[in-house]
């Protein structure tokens, strides 16, 4: 069962920066897409960001295209959400999961989480001056 464990957030004012991290455990990271999702008060939890197990090939939404840059690091079992030029609609908790895989050749990732995958309890971000 792959465990998952956020961290990086905080406060920051507009035009900030942040460095989200994922620690995983419980499963080996090579080859399992991952992606980062966030929630703020009062809406529906959203997909931020994903990055393939095959390749590496990233999306985002484009909310955040240009600003976000996730990567991974799988010989320390990380995953990281560098977040540039911060806005207050960024204010979210954000979380790490497991996503799907386009059924393409090589497979892209989705921002879409696995239905019943795994979730971490989250990091909390607040952008405000």
């Known amino acids: 069962q792959l465990q998952l464990v956020e961290s990086g957030g905080g406060l920051v004012q507009p035009g900030g920066s942040l460095r989200l991290s994922c620690a995983t455990s419980?499963?080996?990271?090579?080859?399992?897409?991952m992606g980062w999702f966030r929630q703020a008060p009062g809406r529906e939890r959203e997909g931020v960001s994903c990055?393939?197990?095959?390749?590496?090939?990233?999306d985002y939404a484009d909310s955040v295209k240009g600003r976000f840059t996730i990567s991974r690091d799988n010989a320390k079992n990380l995953i990281y959400l560098q977040m540039n030029n911060l806005k207050t609609e960024d204010t979210a908790i954000y979380s790490c999961?497991?996503?799907?895989?386009?059924?393409?050749?090589?497979?892209?990732?989705?921002?879409?989480?696995?239905?019943?995958?795994?979730w971490g309890q989250g990091t909390q971000v607040t952008v405000s001056s």
């Open positions: 999961g497991d996503v799907l895989e386009q059924s393409s050749i090589p497979p892209r990732c989705l921002v879409r989480p696995v239905p019943g995958g795994s």
């Open positions: 419980g499963a080996a990271l090579e080859g399992l897409s």
């Open positions: 990055i393939s197990g095959f390749d590496s090939n990233t």
